[in-house]
């Protein structure tokens, strides 16, 4: 044994060779947290000056090699000022550089994962080997960062500039076939064979059959592209990942910059620009939204782990109402593997349904995404009825019929009667209250929400509504089929609107008084995209319906009238008026026309502001900051009182719940990291300005008071 500590183990094979096996203590999995770094840093040391070593083979004992650094030890390494994070990273650096350094030849057998600072361990080695099954990448932009453990450095001098700015700006985990395309990897082996192989390759060099000292050299000198190609190479992605990620997300971009600064530099000044590079993004406002949602993530898989303890499974499912709600669950459950029953009470509505399911199928084998054998099998699994006659032994059912209280209230009773007694009942409802729709039923202990979003196959997350009288059990096993289903579910309390739903309509409300003041609906579209949504609230509007929308405008205001009825006609009612429901029937806010591959177009018509004229004043120009306050003010503090009502648990959720459910811009970490950003005095002062528009800017006591403590939302 060479060395033995709590991460690393390193001992002497035959024939001079040593392996340095990863095998991090008390975790299923290797990272990168101090005490693997000081491990390494003692290994080295180790072996540095073992005179039996000839040559090294580094290993993993775990499943995947290394996943990357602690991302949890972040947080607190990144509150420190620039100059301390710079000197952190450097000194991280020296371990990997002395791995490098080691007076022998070096390899990495790569068995599992090895991403970020896992792939750039492997980058310190002058040889990699990889198992069939493993997959490498840099995914740190991912978390608005880029690598800082050298893989800036050494990955373009390993597989040259313009395929470096492609792994690090994008941010992929690697199959290993396209890690040997790109000459990420020397050689690609079956699971069985790597240790083997990386042992003979090793062997080779010990030979001097196989130059390491060349490989090593390129990876510690200048990178190998002359003046003009530089330009070439890292203006053209400079300028392409900017429009891509329309300055929104600052890494790629510093990333290339940073490849391109260092281009000429040897090891220690190139790793010198990176260092700078990685203390300036991680002091972003960006990384520090994505790495909490990292962590947020990581919270909601901790919950869903503790709620699978008591979950029952769902074997078979059933859903009511094949209209499009209703097809996207049938469709999705198949997908993974639960049986579903999908009824309705017209021949219509079913093959409505099937045929939805059929499309969204078939695009799948035309993408090769899935065999024409394994479609028939999912279709196979989708059981259309007319009748409850197959419903005594489902374990959960999804109602999904029209957005009506009477209507579902019919349904969910008729429903109770037909399945069994253990059967976990669900609505999918986006508005009504839980609580209202169980007041007749007899089991009200296994009823609760589980409200998808449109398309459901596309959205990702699912709110599971808990009513007052709704089981622990029941909720388990609702999440656990919505995992299932491959859907991230936010459990949460019932009120009109749930969470998602609550707080998107005080945006609409603040968009609605802009357009009434004489606000540019397509101006505030644009900046609303500027500032980070996927679309504008106008246009938004028309994809959800102008009917649906105006629908549970309505319930809203029935649930908190003293702040979402509205004392004014605004221009959606206006709309609604004249039968435009948006995309629906081509006409709302926007017109819309089919281009040549068939999906809609949005187009302006100027005669939809002459229907607007009686409701709205005159034309007037809002600059952008002003229309950002304005819709994200009411939005931000409707979050708030969903969190101080205890509608959801912690701000983590909240968060994670309208990024995945409205598409919440991600940079910005969601409403409440987004008040945090701000700051929440400055947020206070800026409502209490916009406080006469309406009681949607009238800010919570409680916020006051924690803006005068200085608390944040995030810890
Ligand atoms: N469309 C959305 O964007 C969206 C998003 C989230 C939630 N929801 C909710 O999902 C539910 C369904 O919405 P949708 O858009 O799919 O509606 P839809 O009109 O497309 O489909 C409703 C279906 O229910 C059927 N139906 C009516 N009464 C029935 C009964 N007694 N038994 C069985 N089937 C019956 C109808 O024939 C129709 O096929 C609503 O509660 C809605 O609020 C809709």
């Known amino acids: ?208 059959n196989l130059d390491w000292e060349a490989k090593r050299a390129e990876k510690t000198s200048k990178l190998k592209l002359n003046p003009m190609e530089q330009m070439m190479t890292f203006e053209t992605a400079k300028g392409f990942v900017m429009g891509q990620t329309k300055g929104q997300y600052p890494a790629p971009v510093e990333a290339i910059k940073t490849m391109q600064k260092a281009a000429n530099f040897g090891r220690e000044k190139a790793l010198e620009v990176e260092a700078k590079g990685f203390a300036k993004l991680a002091k972003t406002t960006e990384s520090q939204a994505l790495i909490g949602l990292f962590n947020n993530d990581q919270l909601l898989k901790k919950k869903a782990k503790e709620y699978a303890k008591i979950a029952k499974p769902t074997n078979k499912a059933a859903v009511l109402g094949a209209g499009i709600m209703g097809g996207g669950i049938a469709f999705q459950s198949a997908l993974k593997g639960t049986p579903i029953l999908m009824k309705d009470i017209a021949e219509a509505g079913i093959e409505l349904g099937l045929n939805e399911a059929n499309k969204l199928l078939a695009k799948r084998v035309e993408r090769k995404k899935m065999k024409p054998l394994a479609m028939g099998e999912t279709l196979n699994r989708i059981r259309p009825t007319l009748t409850y006659a197959e419903f005594g032994d489902v374990d959960l059912v999804v109602e999904a019929v029209v957005e009506n209280p009477k209507v579902k209230k019919m349904v969910l009773a008729e429903l109770e009667d037909q399945v069994s007694e253990n059967c976990i009942v669900t609505s999918n409802t986006s508005t009504i209250s839980i609580d209202h729709l169980a007041e007749d039923l007899k089991r009200p202990e296994n009823f609760l929400g589980m409200h998808f979003f449109n398309p459901v196959h596309m959205m990702p997350l699912v709110e599971v509504i808990r009513g007052a009288k709704t089981s622990d059990e029941a909720v388990a096993t609702t999440v656990a089929y919505a995992q299932k289903m491959g859907k991230t579910p936010i459990v949460v309390n019932d009120c009109p609107g749930f969470l998602v739903n609550r707080v998107l309509f005080p945006y609409f409300g603040g968009f609605a008084g802009l357009v009434r003041d004489g606000a540019d609906f397509r101006k505030v579209d644009k900046v609303m995209e500027k500032f980070g949504f996927p679309m504008g609230p106008a246009y938004l509007m028309d994809v959800v319906g102008i009917d649906t929308g105006k629908h549970a405008n309505e319930v809203m205001a029935a649930g908190f009238p003293e702040r979402m009825s509205s004392d004014f006609k605004s221009a959606m009612d206006v709309l609604y008026e004249n039968e435009f429901y948006g995309q629906k029937n081509n006409k709302g806010f926007y017109v819309y026309e089919t281009d040549k591959k068939g999906k809609p177009k949005k187009v302006f018509d100027e005669s939809v502001l002459e229907l607007f004229a009686p409701v709205v004043a005159e034309a007037k120009d809002f600059d952008a900051e002003e229309i950002i306050a304005r819709c994200m003010i009411p939005m931000c503090i409707e979050t708030v009182r969903c969190l101080e009502e205890g509608i959801v648990d912690t701000a983590a959720e909240a968060d994670m719940a309208l990024i995945m459910g409205i598409g919440f811009p991600p940079f910005r970490g969601g409403a409440l990291r987004y008040i945090d950003t701000v700051g929440l005095d400055k947020f206070v002062e800026l409502a209490d300005k916009y406080k006469d528009l309406s009681p949607l800017y009238h800010v919570t006591d409680k916020m006051r008071e924690m803006a005068a403590k200085g608390e944040k939302y995030h810890g």
Do not use: H
């Open 1 to 208: 044994m060479i060395y033995e500590g709590k991460a690393i183990t390193v001992k002497l094979l035959e024939d001079g060779i040593a392996e340095l096996c990863f095998d991090l203590q008390g975790e299923s999995v290797n990272k990168f947290d101090r005490v693997t770094l000081e491990d390494l840093k003692a290994s080295v040391a180790a072996l540095k000056d073992n005179s039996d070593v000839k040559g090294l083979v580094v290993t993993s004992a775990k499943d995947v090699f290394i996943v990357g650094a602690d991302i949890t030890e972040f947080g607190d390494a990144f509150k420190n000022d620039e100059e301390t994070i710079i000197k952190w990273v450097l000194e991280s650096n020296d371990i990997f550089n002395g791995v490098e350094d080691l007076p022998f030849p070096t390899i990495t057998a790569i068995n599992g994962m090895a991403l970020g600072g896992g792939f750039e361990m492997c980058l310190a080695t002058d040889f990699r080997v990889m198992s069939a099954k493993a997959k490498v990448g840099l995914p740190e932009v991912k978390l608005g960062l880029y690598p800082g453990f050298g893989g800036t450095v050494r990955l373009p001098r390993v597989i040259g500039g313009d395929n470096a700015i492609e792994w690090i700006a994008m941010g992929a985990e690697n199959r290993a076939d396209k890690a040997l395309k790109f000459n990420a990897v020397d050689a690609v082996v079956a699971p069985e064979a790597l240790k083997e192989s990386a042992i003979s390759m090793l062997k080779d060099a010990i030979a001097g």
